[in-house]
């Protein structure tokens, strides 16, 4: 596992779809995905 410092992502849909300014994140890594999930 390797973790990020940052990783900067931006627009109104990302509240929408339930993440949290500054909120931690999960990214988990499939075959051609990035898959976020807030912690």
């Known amino acids: 596992m390797t973790l990020l410092q940052w990783m900067?992502?931006?627009g109104r849909?990302?509240?929408t779809v339930g993440?949290?300014?500054r909120s931690r994140v999960r990214i988990t890594v499939e075959h051609k995905r990035?898959?976020?999930t807030p912690l």
Do not use: A, D, G, H
């Open 34 to 36: 990035l898959i976020t």
């Open 19 to 21: 993440f949290e300014p």
């Open 8 to 10: 900067k992502l931006s």
């Open 13 to 15: 849909w990302i509240e």
